[in-house]
């Protein structure tokens, strides 16, 4: 793949925090710089980004497929990840996964057809006691997300994108 020179000088900033033998230490920075530019980090993203840094491609795939925050896909404009790890599903996590779901009409890990909303359930965010929580697109995390709580995110979100 070939990336834009912009990409590449954000790529170059991002190696130059790093000893010059050390490189690929800005593995994850790089996938970042790509999902943002891209929304997601295609596998020919992946084999651009490890031949920039010098890495073998499944050493760059292992690290896109190890942290939900890399889409391998594109996803809707707002990618709802619900925490389903066993505090939060002590607490009603899945049944917010399915509510989700449910009220927008897909399964874990679909988008909606009009491409605003991809749901996912998620490994652990950090936040048991404030269970269930979610991230909506890798940055903001939201406790105590009741069916009340999902369905005014939903409808907030969707006034947002109008």
Do not use: W
Request: charged residues 20%; proline residues 5%.
């Amino acid at each position: 793949m070939t990336f834009s020179e912009q990409t590449l000088a954000r790529f170059a900033r991002e190696v130059a925090k790093y000893p010059a033998d050390q490189k690929q230490s800005a593995v994850m920075a790089c996938l970042a710089i790509v999902q943002q530019e891209q929304g997601h980090v295609s596998a020919e993203s992946e084999n651009g980004i490890a031949t920039y840094l010098g890495m073998a491609p499944i050493a760059v795939h292992e690290v896109t497929t190890f942290y939900n925050m890399y889409n391998q896909q594109p996803v809707g404009r707002y990618k709802l990840n619900v925490c389903t790890n066993l505090p939060c599903q002590l607490r009603d996590g899945e049944h917010a996964l399915q509510h989700l779901c449910t009220k927008l009409g897909v399964e874990p890990y679909g988008t909606t057809a009009d491409g605003v909303f991809t749901v996912q359930p998620s490994e652990c965010l950090g936040a048991c006691a404030d269970a269930p929580v979610m991230l909506v697109n890798d940055r903001q995390m939201l406790s105590f997300m009741s069916p009340e709580r999902l369905d005014e995110l939903v409808e907030t979100l969707r006034k947002a994108q109008e």
